[in-house]
């Protein structure tokens, strides 16, 4: 069977935890060659952090 490719299922796909959040981030093609540095699951926690380190509410 050409084409059935197991990386495709997106259940084998690697997570991890939003460091701010909690919430799953799955694995992205786009992301594969900064997977490691990945740490927010949106833009809103990617703020938040970042807000919550400089003291402002």
Known sequence: MSGSNSNHNPHNLPTKPCVECG?????RKKW???WDSVKFCSEACRK???S???GRK
Do not use: H, N, P
């Not at 919430?23 to 694995?27: D, K």
């Open 23 to 27: 919430r799953a981030i799955t694995w």
């Open 32 to 34: 594969q060659r900064d």
């Open 48 to 50: 938040r952090s970042k």
């Open 52 to 54: 919550r380190e400089t």
